[in-house]
């Protein structure tokens, strides 16, 4: 009877501390955000929009072919968490953050400063950090939000989706979730980047669904580049082949095709299958030194050349080529960020690492002197397979 007792007892007090779904929310009861922009406003204020899924036109049973399947909210005051709140004067329904794709940082704040802008999203519990940060170019971060692309008829999941597809296919972009990003900010020895996204097409922005109603798509969303940080603040731009050199400098590349030209007329393209990155400073005359080593496995992917790939020199030769046109771009890429001053590819961090006592009496300046190191590049390339044919028909002709 008395060990009956105690087992009631605990089971009262176990009982009493469940809370239960203490703040649950319905999916009828909130709006859920996808997308979501800031830009800088006039008066030190913020602008902020909000992209969220209308769910009778996501459902397939109850869509009708007239209304959009987002639509977005904006507001503009002090601080973004106000913003956030003023648009509950238009939304019928709270909006919320945890299924949130992407995050647009307008230029013009950029160039100002981001870290206040981004403060609410590092704190609060229902931003989860690992949606992907890209910067607009050319236009206020809210038009972003605004255009309608075919294939995927949510722009925030098509700006997902095209960052996550292209930083595993395509060199020149690299996805940086806001927790990444938000480390480079605050990291000595390396400053950050970002994917620039420009909005290209003939005319005016098509902001209606007359976009995606035709085959050849008037106005396209697209990632170009590299955005380019000193801490919190935008300072300039790679182009594709230059931010191509900054993901082979830190081993972001896993698949990437290129384009080699031959000696005479015409070019060739491999398929990159895999690439690995090596690192390592060193010490010349007192002063710090770098020297990257990328190891390259590829493909023949295409060829417009009168080359016999039947031949092993010819292989040995080509891969030769390869290795002089890939240096080329890396060192075009380095000359970029010595021109900005931004080592955007953590050198500081490898001096840090392998010679601290060397690293330390130059920290707060290594921007500085990240211009004057000297950085060797080896590109070694290993073309593993050919295709089915040796020669190419175009040879024949």
């Not at 900010?185 to 005016?204: A, C, F, S």
């Not at 594709?240 to 007329?265: F, H, L």
């Not at 020199?313 to 240096?327: F, N």
């Not at 590819?345 to 190191?373: C, N, Y």
């Amino acid at each position: 009877m008395k060990r009956s007792l105690i087992c009631l007892m605990v089971t009262v007090l176990l009982v009493s501390a469940l809370t239960g779904c203490w703040n649950r929310r319905e999916l009828n009861e909130v709006a859920i955000a996808m997308g979501m922009s800031i830009d800088a406003a006039p008066h030190n204020q913020y602008r902020v929009a909000v992209q969220v899924v209308v769910p009778s036109q996501v459902s397939s049973k109850t869509r009708t072919g007239e209304m959009a399947q987002v639509t977005t909210y904006e507001a503009t005051h002090n601080s973004v968490l106000e913003c956030i709140r003023q648009m509950s004067t238009v939304s019928p329904r709270k909006i919320y953050f945890s299924h949130l794709r992407i995050l647009i940082i307008g230029e013009k704040l950029a160039k100002q400063g981001v870290a206040g802008a981004l403060e609410l999203l590092s704190r609060d519990q229902e931003f989860r950090n690992d949606f992907y940060v890209a910067l607009g170019k050319g236009h206020p971060a809210e038009n972003f939000l605004k255009v309608l692309t075919p294939l995927v008829h949510i722009p925030a999941e098509k700006l997902f989706d095209s960052l996550d597809n292209s930083s595993k296919v395509w060199a020149p972009t690299v996805g940086v979730p806001l927790s990444d990003f938000l480390y480079q900010i605050i990291d000595k020895g390396r400053q950050p980047v970002l994917t620039t996204l420009e909005i290209k097409g003939n005319g005016d922005i098509d902001m209606t669904s007359e976009n995606v109603k035709n085959i050849d798509t008037p106005t396209v969303l697209e990632y170009t580049g590299l955005s380019i940080f000193n801490k919190e603040k935008l300072i300039g731009y790679m182009d594709q082949v230059e931010s191509k050199g900054y993901n082979y400098i830190t081993g972001n590349v896993r698949n990437a095709v290129g384009s080699v030209p031959c000696e005479d007329e015409g070019h060739w393209v491999i398929e990159v299958l895999r690439a690995k990155t090596n690192i390592e400073s060193m010490l010349q005359h007192g002063k710090p030194a770098f020297s990257v080593y990328i190891a390259v496995e590829a493909n023949v992917a295409e060829l417009k050349c009168k080359l016999d790939l039947s031949d092993p020199e010819v292989i040995s030769k080509m891969e030769g080529m390869v290795e002089e046109h890939a240096r080329k771009t890396l060192l075009e890429s380095i000359r970029k960020a010595k021109e900005l001053k931004a080592d955007v590819f953590g050198f500081g961090q490898v001096l840090h690492r392998q010679h601290p006592k060397v690293w330390k009496p130059i920290a707060s300046e290594w921007d500085q002197h990240f211009t004057e190191v000297d950085i060797a590049v080896n590109f070694d390339v290993t073309l593993r397979r050919t295709g089915t044919v040796n020669r190419s028909f175009m040879s024949e002709m």
